[in-house]
């Protein structure tokens, strides 16, 4: 593999901070010795999250196999980093939980590797969303199976809906604004619709639920930018933005400087009626000791432009296997399996997705555990469950995940802000971000 290929795939800030390591570090993965310790254990790294309940599912997977794993974590901010560093130092790995946004730089650098030729695995895609096994899939090939999942949902504040004198939340963008501005002239709220908008990760989820929810999408399934097309959604998305800031003042200007946690207070403040968030957030609002609008927060499908439906964005984390690991049959069976008992069913359930949802809440990828009751009860002390399962099922995942998506998000982001801020036109912001996409992919 030539180096500038390599570089390519590690991205550039990667590549100048592993080239220092020295040019060996860059070898093509199949060329690279693993310093392997002599053991028929398994090792497995994820980022640090409900640790207790990992280390817990793993023992109990040691005793039903008898294959030890070698268990390590990381934090979240550090996590990708330093999988990247261990990737290209041949450290040993077997398996490891993998961000879909990760998937075509890890799947094209040869650091994982695909598990689709495991019928263990590929059976539980009968019972997965549509938008996990999607989101796992690169290039036609499936790369894991879900470990966490979740979306953005369209949240309100019953009280507040009720007090402006309306039965029932908004079902389009239109009649939002509709709602929103009779709260104006009631001063219920200045304004009405929580967006954050803010130059951080949470936006390109912001930016796709607003285009798929008016009926568009980004990019083609050639990989092409569609968004600059009038008729795709995204410059109707975007207008709507700009109008809800700066003719109806329903959106405050300040949401181009607004991440999504500030976001987040403000609405759980009471300073909002509406808000586009996470929808493990619903949890959160509707915790008295955390949120001043507890009991009212409720969710409603999200809104529908005039030529769209009401599809939101998702996104989900993975278990996926090391390339090292599939090269020798015996790891990559052992790999497989250790998959399969987090990622699909042990002991006859899907006990570590059910386990991780009791524990802190997080989201699952595959439709029996609705039915749980033990899910259900959860679910409903806090939210409905039948409307988190009926938004779920209308997830999509995002259509921009490519090598060149990093290169290209910091320059979209910064378009759609500046339409919002008056100094662009909506079809020329999305024109910008449309071109470079392209260069991006021609050059790839």
């Given at each position: 593999?030539?180096?500038?290929?390599?570089?390519?795939?590690?991205?550039?800030?990667?590549?100048?901070?592993?080239?220092?390591?020295?040019?060996?570090?860059?070898?093509?993965?199949?060329?690279?010795?693993?310093?392997?310790?002599?053991?028929?254990?398994?090792?497995?790294?994820?980022?640090?999250?409900?640790?207790?309940?990992?280390?817990?599912?793993?023992?109990?997977?040691?005793?039903?196999?008898?294959?030890?794993?070698?268990?390590?974590?990381?934090?979240?901010?550090?996590?990708?980093?330093?999988?990247?560093?261990?990737?290209?130092?041949?450290?040993p790995l077997d398996a490891m939980w993998v961000s879909d946004s990760w998937?075509?730089?890890?799947?094209e650098a040869g650091w994982i590797a695909p598990v689709d030729e495991f019928?263990?695995?590929?059976?539980?895609?009968?019972?997965?969303?549509?938008?996990?096994?999607q989101s796992m899939t690169y290039g036609g090939r499936q790369y894991g199976?879900?470990?966490?999942?979740?979306?953005?949902?369209?949240?309100?504040?019953?009280?507040?809906?009720?007090?402006?004198?309306?039965?029932?939340?908004?079902?389009?963008?239109?009649?939002?604004?509709?709602?929103?501005?009779?709260?104006?002239?009631?001063?219920?709220?200045?304004?009405?619709?929580?967006?954050?908008?803010?130059?951080?990760?949470?936006?390109?989820?912001?930016?796709?639920?607003?285009?798929?929810?008016?009926?568009?999408?980004?990019?083609?399934?050639?990989?092409?930018?569609?968004?600059?097309?009038?008729?795709?959604?995204?410059?109707?998305?975007?207008?709507?933005?700009?109008?809800?800031?700066?003719?109806?003042?329903?959106?405050?200007?300040?949401?181009?400087?607004?991440?999504?946690?500030?976001?987040?207070?403000?609405?759980?403040?009471?300073?909002?009626?509406?808000?586009?968030?996470?929808?493990?957030?619903?949890?959160?609002?509707?915790?008295?000791?955390?949120?001043?609008?507890?009991?009212?927060?409720?969710?409603?499908?999200?809104?529908?432009?005039?030529?769209?439906?009401?599809?939101?964005?998702?996104?989900?984390?993975?278990?996926?296997?090391?390339?090292?690991?599939?090269?020798?049959?015996?790891?990559?069976?052992?790999?497989?399996?250790?998959?399969?008992?987090?990622?699909?069913?042990?002991?006859?359930?899907?006990?570590?997705?059910?386990?991780?949802?009791?524990?802190?809440?997080?989201?699952?990828?595959?439709?029996?555990?609705?039915?749980?009751?033990?899910?259900?009860?959860?679910?409903?002390?806090?939210?409905?469950?039948?409307?988190?399962?009926?938004?779920?099922?209308?997830?999509?995942?995002?259509?921009?995940?490519?090598?060149?998506?990093?290169?290209?998000?910091?320059?979209?982001?910064?378009?759609?802000?500046?339409?919002?801020?008056?100094?662009?036109?909506?079809?020329?912001?999305?024109?910008?971000?449309?071109?470079?996409?392209?260069?991006?992919?021609?050059?790839?």
């Amino acid at each position: 593999m030539m180096l500038k290929d390599k570089m390519r795939q590690l991205g550039r800030r990667d590549f100048l901070r592993y080239s220092a390591a020295g040019a060996g570090a860059l070898m093509a993965p199949g060329l690279v010795r693993p310093a392997r310790a002599e053991t028929a254990g398994l090792t497995m790294h994820t980022w640090s999250a409900a640790v207790d309940t990992v280390q817990s599912h793993l023992s109990a997977f040691t005793a039903e196999t008898g294959i030890p794993v070698n268990y390590g974590n990381s934090p979240w901010a550090q996590y990708r980093e330093g999988m990247v560093a261990k990737f290209v130092g041949g450290a040993p790995l077997d398996a490891m939980w993998v961000s879909d946004s990760w998937l075509p730089e890890w799947a094209e650098a040869g650091w994982i590797a695909p598990v689709d030729e495991f019928d263990s695995l590929m059976k539980y895609n009968a019972e997965a969303e549509d938008f996990c096994t999607q989101s796992m899939t690169y290039g036609g090939r499936q790369y894991g199976l879900t470990y966490y999942t979740d979306y953005m949902a369209f949240l309100y504040d019953e009280a507040k809906l009720k007090e402006a004198g309306f039965d029932a939340p908004p079902s389009s963008w239109d009649e939002l604004v509709e709602q929103s501005r009779v709260m104006k002239e009631k001063g219920i709220a200045e304004y009405p619709m929580m967006l954050a908008m803010a130059q951080e990760s949470w936006l390109i989820e912001f930016i796709s639920t607003l285009v798929y929810s008016h009926g568009g999408r980004l990019v083609d399934d050639s990989g092409s930018a569609v968004m600059q097309d009038s008729k795709e959604g995204a410059v109707e998305a975007l207008q709507w933005v700009v109008d809800a800031v700066d003719k109806h003042k329903i959106v405050s200007p300040a949401c181009v400087e607004t991440g999504e946690l500030a976001g987040l207070k403000s609405f759980a403040a009471g300073n909002h009626a509406f808000a586009m968030v996470a929808k493990y957030r619903l949890r959160m609002l509707n915790d008295p000791a955390q949120s001043q609008i507890a009991g009212n927060v409720k969710q409603a499908m999200m809104p529908q432009g005039a030529n769209g439906s009401h599809a939101t964005v998702g996104w989900m984390r993975f278990h996926g296997m090391s390339t090292q690991a599939a090269q020798d049959k015996a790891r990559a069976e052992n790999t497989a399996k250790l998959i399969e008992w987090f990622g699909g069913k042990s002991d006859g359930a899907y006990t570590f997705q059910k386990l991780l949802f009791l524990d802190i809440g997080a989201g699952f990828g595959v439709k029996p555990l609705f039915e749980d009751p033990e899910i259900r009860a959860a679910y409903d002390s806090y939210g409905d469950v039948n409307m988190i399962q009926a938004q779920q099922a209308l997830a999509r995942k995002k259509d921009t995940i490519t090598p060149w998506f990093g290169e290209w998000n910091d320059t979209n982001g910064s378009a759609w802000q500046s339409a919002i801020l008056g100094n662009v036109d909506a079809a020329g912001a999305v024109k910008k971000s449309a071109d470079l996409w392209n260069e991006l992919k021609d050059s790839y």
